[in-house]
């Protein structure tokens, strides 16, 4: 396996490697959700092809400075995992290997990130459009998988790629979960045992009010209810927010006529947790 | 020549050109400042090589919409001076086939686009930047040429390119004039004679007002007092802008201790034309 610290590395190295690319760009702390997204690269890569995994904290995407020094970094545990998933190359730069000081071109979009994440992390999906992007630049890539979980990065990237006519392939893959439920998360290990225990909560309220479905419900009010009830009965957390959204615009919905998504984010003491379900009509 | 109205036309027709893929980016209204992108293009891609040209009026970089509206387009005879000039490949959309209605994602330059151009048409570069990003997206160029004539617009798709890690080298090639010194632009043509009559006084100008530094002149003032005399002393023109930048940054400088550009921005009537000449202190 290959690994390169710096773009002129990167570089280099690329040019040995076969087509098709197919990149996973991740923040390390690797865990199952990721591998399960390498393996879904090596499906789309081939068994000639190339799978790379970037690992990179990326600063700017952090609306919390505190998160940003929390957010944990084993990068010798991460490069074994890559090697016994059977990446091609990793790219694991520093922060300053990636942005100039005097950095003053981002990427930015104007409608899908003004609800869920991006009302309560401002900045955080231009910052994430911004990386992603040099990442495709730098690797060149075929294509490349994100997981589901993060259902607005996903949505809004698909986006970008669109509308920017980027040439990489967006290949979404679904949430893994723990044996009880709880969406796996680089964020988990950093819960006390008592809000770990508490945490499969979250898909509960969701999944919950999702049942509502099968009685005819349409109506948001329900949903959003139901699962607020559910949030709420928990000593511990506090819920960031709640939305009902349309699948593709992530607009605020009414009634329920297209897929739509039920999404919440929480907080248990300093650890923010994500997790959604889709509503299809 | 070939010739692509959509970009998936486009993207079939290049499977067929050879690399390298050499860019020249219009508005069309070609005129002997395009032609020599155009030739620099060829010089770039080699004999065997692909010279390609968009011509294409961005909307989303006309901050009046009455320019928009008065902007040139003689599409057949652009067509023909490609084809004499040796261009492989045209790509020449509607404005339709390039942006969704509801597209949400934008490239944005905060520093370099503060002063000249940037100053008086919000909006405008953050256009240019998208566009030219989509454009290199949909060739999978690997360089383009823009002329030194339009300086912020060279300087801030250079910072781009740095900090986007876009994959397409930046060609400039220096200003083409009229025998009069005017710097040639789509938009001359919309001059009245007597405007045109008084044009190539902007140059002059600012040529004048560059032979300060033969005296040991360094600091701005009276290099921006000389260039809006003689400016001002037109019957006709109206500054829009005239500032003293630098070279790099185009931010406002004192004394001249880097390169500088003193730029300007005049209107003869509803005609806004540039130019700018390069200080080496």
Redesign the interface.
């Known amino acids: 396996m290959r690994i390169a610290r710096t773009?002129d590395d990167l570089r280099l190295q690329l040019a040995a490697l076969p087509r098709p690319r197919v990149l996973v760009p991740t923040m390390g702390a690797l865990h199952d959700g990721h591998l399960a997204l390498v393996h879904r690269a090596r499906k789309a890569a081939g068994p000639d092809g190339t799978v790379a995994v970037s690992i990179f904290v990326n600063p700017i995407q952090f609306d919390r400075p505190g998160d940003l020094a929390a957010y944990p970094k084993p990068l010798e545990d991460d490069l074994a995992k890559c090697q016994a998933a059977g990446v091609d190359l990793v790219f694991a730069p520093e922060a300053g290997a990636m942005?100039?000081p005097?950095?003053?071109?981002?990427?930015?979009?104007?409608?899908?990130s003004k609800h869920l994440c991006g009302a309560t992390r401002p900045g955080h999906f231009d910052g994430v459009?911004?990386v992603v992007?040099?990442l495709f630049?730098?690797f060149?890539a075929d294509a490349a998988v994100f997981g589901e979980k993060d259902v607005q990065q996903l949505a809004i990237l698909r986006?970008?790629v669109?509308?920017?006519?980027?040439?990489v392939e967006i290949i979404g893959h679904p949430t893994v979960r723990e044996p009880d439920g709880l969406a796996m998360s680089s964020r988990n290990v950093r819960l006390t045992p008592e809000h770990r225990a508490d945490a499969p909560r979250i898909r509960r309220a969701l999944e919950g009010a999702r049942s509502l479905l099968q009685f005819g419900e349409r109506s948001a009010a329900p949903f959003l209810a139901a699962a607020r009830k559910h949030l709420e009965d928990s000593p511990f957390l506090r819920i960031d927010y709640l939305e009902l959204v349309d699948a593709e615009?992530l607009q605020p919905v009414g009634p329920i006529k297209r897929p739509a998504v039920l999404a919440t984010a929480v907080f248990y003491g300093d650890v923010r947790l994500i997790d959604h379900v889709t509503l299809l009509p």
Chains 1, 2 share one sequence.
Do not use: A, G
């Open positions: 773009p942005y100039f005097d950095r003053s071109v981002t990427v930015t979009e104007s409608l899908l459009c911004t992007l040099k630049n730098l060149q986006r970008m669109r509308d920017l006519d980027v040439p615009t």
